[in-house]
């Protein structure tokens, strides 16, 4: 958890764009809505390693808003109901339904379109509330964090300063990883 | 020397503006990053430019910010991707090496499972672009048999649903063999080693089952034989004598009669001393002549004697009646023992009939009772097999239901059915087999195999088909396991023509083998038998025509046997095993078999009754030749007291007469006395009267003078009172 937090700080902190970080935040909301165990998530999951997302902060905030997503799961399903029930695409349900993957997508779990969808729809006013925040943060904010006296006065602490050197190893763990 | 660090490629001295610009100011998003590079960088023109040295700092600040820029350069990222690309190929590698020994491998273990019996799979390979498998050898052996296979697989190939098999279903959509074969014999033993896992847990599986055979059936028919051909006839006779009644009535009467005609003759003894005694007694009464008699004190005394004698008379006359009666009633019960010996008799001759073994005893389906348990010793080691099958595929499904079971989303929600076609986690839509040489043909095919039938329209059947010189065999089985199934498995077998020889031990009427050829309809089936209990039904027709009989001994029975065969010309065995009630096995042979030894037992019967009859018969005389000599005692004793009782009926009759002659003379004196005795008192009472009267007339002269005294006394004293 340490280190998940010691990444998360490094990447608001790290020279990577902020669209990492409000990409990472988008598929997290994706992953946390969608539910686990088929293969749409095994997707997206896959998908958030391969494509350059923050990955501490994208897995941190999936497991945080995944046990939040099931007080969503009675708007997700009436969403996926009705996408599932649309009449024209009731076809390309029963072609996807028959087709070899298609039921491996539990895409007629009403959850699963529905998170879908609502995870697609948000995905970009999370990615531009993200990135402006981690943009503020860096601009204005960080800045002032820094040199505030409580800060000040934690970095001289020998605790901080071991997880500081800490941080500074896995940071550069983290960026040997690419 | 330690040679100078230089900075990246991407930091050279000059960077075109667009370059510089595009490539690394815009990829650089912190703003002191930024600052500190265009500290470093100066416009000139066109392009940027720097110093040439650099101090080490720079160059290792440099060397960060190039990789940044590089990190935030491009959507994906390039090494994982390769790694991913990389682990894949080595995954699709080493299935491509190893999938198929390893799939060999399990294979053959889940058929020892099945079959709990030795597999062998060669040259499997998976075929990953088809998709299918194919493999060069699989051999099965057989549990019941070690030595030899059940069946032998060559060259097969098998094409998969790979859509469904994405989705975790085997879907075999096409399974063909080159070349099928079952019963082969095998160099080493099929049989599992113990401790095997397939063995585990599988003892006594089938036995229960199994059917028990009547191993006795066929010596039982054939005792049954045996007591026909070994009846002797003096020992039956023998047999039947010592059972008669009639010696014993016999003895018992003739004793009886014994006793009474003791009695008798002591009777006849005493009656005839009466008779003596009442002759005697009689003549002295007899010679009496009783009109010679005038007084009647001699009459009366006489009467008296006569009376005596009429009493003596009357009482020997009953006596001789009670004797008489004692007599005949003996005599009617020698009459009557007479009869109850020939009823004795009677009865005795009729039961010898009844106590003659006859065929229909005997012989209850003679042949039916012998093919019998051969029959189901061969259907038993199938059934078993039957069982095995069952068994596995039951495990399949369950298998499979297992799995299904644990699949599904954690979380609430809806799950919406499309129209599809839902196929079970297993299913075989056809297999094939087939081979044609010269002399021989066989087709085999098995459709609609699948570990949840429910969710297919048609039931899994199974068909091998062979023809050799002429021969055919045909096997259909119909594996119907769907729920609500009235008939959960059925298999129809079919042979024609097929060769049959044999010799066979202890089979009745010395039948020892045949040859010849047989033609087989049978059909096995399961059915529910109450509750969720399967119970094995079986009806089958077999018939067999036979070209050589062959017996180990001749006679009379066996000839007769062998003409019913022949004239038969077939041997028909029906055999019908209901799933609940009696194993029914008929043949065409057991009547006119039955009906054969039947008229040979009625002769042998006749013969044997007629001489009983003769016997018991010459005994009855023997026996009723006791009774003459009674009969006769009987007879004199009878004609004594004939003799004495007329004698005394005679002498009674004279005495009764004699005693009435008494009375008449009795009688007539007694008028004689009673009208002098009247006279006299006639005379008498007239004397009386004329004394009376004298007497009267004399006292009444007399009270007269006395009154007339006393009245003159009285009238003197009136006359003078003083």
Known sequence: MFAMLTRVVAALNANRRPGEIASACSFAVLLALLPAGNLIWASLFVLVFLVKVNLGIALLLTAILSPMALLVDGILDTVGYAVLTVPALQSFFTWLYNAPLGPLTGFNQTLVPGALVAGIVLWIP?????????????????????????????????????????ASRARSIYEWAG | MKRAQKPPRLFRETIPSKRYERKILKRIPLVNEREYLAGLYRADGESYVR??????????????????????????????????????????????????????????RGLESAFVARSTLEG?????????????????????????????????????DLGQLVRGRVVIREFDAGELRFGTDRISSGALPDGHPALTGRAGTGQDAATT???????????????????????????????????????????????????????ITALQTGTDTLRSDASRLLSTDIRSISSVDQLVVLYESSESLSRDATAFLNRVSTVSSDIAESRAQVEGAIAAVSEAVRS?????????????????????????????????????????????????????????????????GRTVSFPSREYPRFLLERATAGAATESVQYSAELVSLSSNPDLLEVAPTARYEQRHNGRRAVIAAVFDSRENAPIPFDIDITLESQPIGF??????????????????????????????????????????????????????????????????????????????????????????????????????????????????RRRLDEQLARYDEELSQLSALYADLESYAGEARELADQVFEQRAAIENRITGLRGEVEDRVRAEAEAARREAERRAREEADAAAREAESRVREGAGRVIDSIRSPF
């Open chain 1, 126 to 166: 999370v990615f531009f509330i993200a990135r402006a925040f981690v943009q503020l943060y860096r601009n204005r904010l960080r800045v002032r964090i820094i040199r505030s006296p409580f800060i000040q006065w934690l970095a001289k602490l020998p605790i901080v300063r071991r997880l500081q050197g800490a």
């Open chain 2, 124 to 160: 499997f390979t998976v075929r990953p672009f088809v998709p299918g498998v194919s493999f060069d050898t699989l051999v099965v052996a057989d549990r019941n048999r070690p030595m030899r296979n059940l069946v032998e697989i060559h060259s097969a190939r098998l094409e998969l």
């Open chain 2, 213 to 267: 055979l009547r191993d006795d059936a066929g010596t039982a028919v054939q005792d049954g034989v045996e007591q026909l051909l070994s009846l002797d006839i003096q020992e039956i006779v023998d047999a039947e004598l010592s059972r008669l009644e009639t010696p014993g009535v016999v003895d018992e009467q003739i004793a009886g009669l014994r006793v009474q005609l003791s009695e008798a003759q002591t009777d």
């Open chain 2, 51 to 108: 110093e040439p040295e650099l101090p080490k700092k720079d160059v290792a600040h440099l060397k960060r910010l190039a990789k940044a820029i590089k990190h935030n350069h491009g959507l994906f990222q390039p090494v994982k991707l390769g790694l991913l690309a990389f682990v894949a190929g080595g995954v699709l590698l080493f299935l491509l090496l190893f999938l198929s020994p390893l799939l060999e491998t399990a294979i053959e």
């Open chain 2, 348 to 412: 005795d001759t009729s039961g010898i009939q009844d106590r003659i073994p006859s065929a229909a005893d005997i012989l209850s389906g003679p042949v039916a009772a012998f093919v019998e348990p051969r029959i189901m010793a061969v259907v038993d080691p199938y059934r078993e097999t039957i069982d095995t099958v069952l068994g596995a595929f039951g495990w399949l499904q369950q298998r499979s239901e297992d799995r299904e079971a644990t699949a599904g989303p954690g979380r609430s």
């Open chain 2, 503 to 616: 010799t066979v031990p202890n089979a009745p009427f010395s039948f020892i083998g045949l040859t010849g050829s047989f033609d087989l309809t049978a059909e096995a089936r399961l059915v529910e038998a109450g509750g969720e209990t399967l119970r094995e039904e079986l009806v089958a027709f077999v018939r067999v025509i036979p070209d050589t009989l062959q017996f180990s001994s001749e006679g009379v029975i066996v000839e007769r046997v062998r003409s019913v065969i022949e004239r038969a010309g077939s041997i028909d065995i029906e055999v019908h095993a209901p799933a609940t009630g009696d194993r029914t096995v008929r043949t065409n042979l057991d009547d006119p078999i039955r009906e054969e030894i039947s008229a040979f037992l009625s002769e042998q019967r006749d013969a044997i009754v007629a001489t009983v009859e003769a016997e018991v």
